[in-house]
């Protein structure tokens, strides 16, 4: 809770709500020439969670699954069968299951800690892991339609079929924009503005409850009861954040896969 309030107030008791220095955290320490500070920290803990609650949940597969291999297999099924079989088919879908099951559960993870207390920011409210995120995306879509065809992905992309030859002139600039440049810089604000703007509404509230009942005092508690209660529903409201925007972003992954790998290319 220390790590939300902290803005609240000043020296001259005035109320500061949140800044965005707080996604430039001071370095912690280095290692190597490598710095770490919080948020590094943060992505490490996700990591890591993630790591120890699949190895505890598939380690000793029974046929009658208990409560926790139930739902660490329900996670599983969720991808494979809501955004990889759904979308790709049950082939396509079985060779991008692992990737597209990585970038959920990566996202969602990361996404969780900025309701967690302690951690209290989301890995992904930096722009860093987004845009790693994005640009893999990217580099599957470009594979999928390579793969699937060689000599015309990228005509097929650029020169749609059906388009009299001299409106190229206007639509193969606009299909490379939107396909090859947009797609990926809409994938990373998408997640990343998302987790910005939570984060800071979580700190305002927060931060006006600390304001509100140990600065202020007297009957401003009132208001402090008011922002508490914002700050819990919204709070809230973030886990469905947090789980919907994993879910858009391996959705989104799994579209561009699937166009690449229409017919008509």
């Avoid at 959920?104 to 845009?131: C, E, H, K, W």
């Avoid at 065809?149 to 206007?170: E, H, K, M, Q, T």
């Avoid at 931060?207 to 009861?225: M, N, P």
């Amino acid at each position: 809770m220390n790590l939300l309030v902290q803005a609240a107030s000043s020296d001259d008791g005035s109320f500061h709500g949140p800044s965005i220095n707080e996604f430039f955290p001071p370095v912690i320490f280095s290692i190597g020439g490598f710095e770490v500070n919080r948020i590094t920290l943060v992505r490490v803990v996700a990591v890591v969670a993630i790591l120890i609650i699949f190895w505890l949940g598939t380690r000793r597969m029974k046929l009658i699954p208990g409560r926790f291999q139930s739902v660490v297999e329900m996670g599983l099924d969720f991808v494979r069968v809501n955004i990889a079989e759904d979308l790709l088919g049950k082939k396509d879908g079985r060779r991008f299951l692992p990737i597209l099951t990585t970038i959920f559960f990566m996202v969602l993870f990361m996404n969780l800690t900025g309701i967690i207390p302690f951690l209290n920011i989301a890995g992904t409210s930096v722009i860093g892991v987004p845009l790693v995120l994005a640009i893999v995306a990217y580099i599957c879509f470009i594979y999928a339609g390579v793969k699937k065809s060689p000599g015309n992905f990228f005509r097929n992309a650029l020169f749609p079929p059906g388009v009299p030859w001299f409106l190229y002139i206007l639509v193969t600039p606009i299909e490379f924009v939107s396909t090859f440049i947009l797609r990926p810089i809409t994938l990373t604000l998408r997640l990343l503005m998302n987790m910005v703007v939570g984060h800071l509404l979580l700190v305002l509230f927060f931060s006006a409850t600390a304001f509100f009942f140990f600065t202020a005092g007297s009957w401003w508690s009132l208001f402090g009861i008011g922002t508490f209660a914002f700050g819990f529903a919204f709070t809230l409201f973030e886990i469905l954040v947090a789980v919907l925007q994993a879910y858009v972003f391996a959705l989104l992954t799994a579209v561009y896969i699937q166009l690449a790998v229409a017919e008509e290319h």
